[in-house]
């Protein structure tokens, strides 16, 4: 019986229009990272600075892409499709994924800081916008990672992950052994992924970039591993996590149990992160929100407790949209589908579907925007920039900026997302001979040892 995690598509929703809210205030507005520290606090728009934490969850599309791959190969396994058969379909749609990244990296992303000289990075497109020029192509730009390709080799890795810890058949219902392995593997990660990236960064990627010829090869290979940007270190530990719940999900651990255990883990991280920041802003000379938020890649006083943070919310939507006679979020009932949670959140998962698409397009609108406003404005008096100093321009800014997106999404919805980016990466799936991997199926009955015990 068909059955779709409906908390993803909500969870994906809830993630973009936090990542749309919060480029149009930082990007859109300030222009860059290094303005908004500048001009923010000054603004009263630091009352969404709280907000502004959360752009620092760009893992959480790690744990949903491992959810949704683990999920789905349960099923698939215990429909006796092979293992190596099984993975083809998620690493089809990784490569799909990094196509993508390269081409958003050359036409779609912002004003960047060069990793390497002294010029800022333009792409061709939202760079032409905001300098008023058409920018010539630079392919240096691909050596920066963003959430794309964070998403592509998190799905390398989780493919990399089970296919090791399940190469053989009977290891995948000794579930004790999976999640032992899966647990120590993220601590592992997380443990290690701060030290392992500085070496790789400023050792291997860095010299090699510096080197071009050959070793650009090498530094685009690196920038994927250890990234100038989001990466699996240490978004690896995401990507287990994701993993971890799919897993639980797909062979029915009970709704309490999951979420008793997913609390335990994740108030455990919490306190980690908690006392590696105390410790930093005990230890640190004139430490300040610099330290903690001016990075080239996540530090672990940020990725410690938002995976923490990350691990309760879940374990939250799960309780959320499992209806209160089920014991299990995949027992299929009439009731579910008219359930009053997946009325209420419909707008919101109808967004989560088009992640992709609003991720892609959110940097051309918000740049075509703040050049709009500048026009339309010029002649309010700035000292250097009208949108940036100005609150009641930047209210109707923002308020503009997000009745666009919907009325854009409503209409668009009309014609079935026709021609987004979905609908491209499924095209790329099918020519090199898999379909896209989904999320809607349920796996059948099987008994699995340990009584389904963490």
């Not at 190969?73 to 993975?87: A, D, N, S, V, W």
């Not at 503009?400 to 026709?418: E, G, N, P, T």
Request: hydrophobic share 50%; charged share 15%; glycine share 6%.
């Amino acid at each position: 019986m068909v059955k779709r995690l409906y908390f993803l598509d909500y969870l994906r929703g809830l993630a973009i229009i936090g990542v749309v809210v919060n480029h149009a205030i930082v990007y859109g507005i300030m222009l860059n990272n290094e303005n908004a520290l500048t001009y923010l606090p000054k603004s009263p728009l630091v009352i969404f600075a709280p907000f502004m934490v959360f752009a620092t969850w760009t893992g959480l599309f790690s744990i949903i892409n491992g959810i949704g791959i683990s999920y789905n190969l349960i099923y698939r396994l215990e429909q006796g499709i092979p293992l190596k058969k099984t993975l083809k379909s998620p690493l089809i749609h990784s490569t799909s994924i990094l196509i993508t990244h390269f081409v958003f990296q050359i036409f779609f992303t912002r004003r960047t800081k060069p990793i390497i000289g002294e010029e800022p990075w333009f792409s061709i497109g939202t760079g032409s916008i905001l300098e008023n020029s058409l920018q010539p192509l630079n392919l240096l730009v691909i050596f920066r990672s963003d959430a794309l390709s964070s998403i592509a080799m998190s799905g390398y890795f989780a493919c990399l992950v089970i296919g090791l810890i399940w190469r053989q058949k009977e290891n995948i219902t000794n579930t004790k052994r999976t999640m032992r392995i899966l647990i120590e593997t993220a601590a592992v990660w997380l443990a290690v992924s701060s030290s392992l990236w500085n070496f790789m960064y400023y050792r291997l990627f860095l010299p090699c970039l510096s080197h071009g010829g050959i070793f650009y090869g090498f530094a685009l290979i690196l920038s994927l591993i250890a990234p100038h940007g989001h990466g699996i270190l240490p978004y690896g530990a995401y990507t287990i996590v994701g993993i971890l719940f799919g897993y639980a999900l797909a062979i029915k651990i009970s709704i309490n149990q999951l979420k008793q255990t997913a609390k335990r883990f994740a108030w455990g991280l919490i306190g980690t992160g908690t006392l590696l920041i105390l410790f930093h802003l005990l230890t640190v000379p004139d430490i300040s929100l610099n330290f903690f938020f001016s990075f080239i890649v996540i530090p672990p006083d940020l990725y410690i407790p938002n995976l923490g943070l990350m691990i309760l919310t879940i374990q939250w939507l799960i309780g959320k949209f499992a209806l209160k006679n089920q014991s299990s979020l995949n027992e299929n009932t009439i009731e579910q589908i008219d359930s009053p949670i997946l009325k209420k959140t419909k707008f919101i998962r109808d967004i989560g579907v088009i992640t992709l698409s609003l991720y892609c397009w959110e940097n051309i609108w918000s740049a075509s925007m703040r050049v709009l406003f500048i026009r339309i404005f010029s002649s309010v008096p700035a000292e250097h920039d009208v949108l940036m100093e100005h609150f009641w321009i930047q209210l109707i800014y923002l308020i503009f900026y997000c009745l666009s997106w919907i009325i854009f999404i409503w209409l668009w919805k009309k014609v079935d997302y026709l021609f987004g980016m979905e609908w491209l990466v499924k095209t790329m799936d099918h020519l090199m001979g898999k379909p896209t991997f989904t999320t809607n199926t349920t796996p059948k009955e099987k008994t699995y040892q340990q009584q389904k015990s963490f």
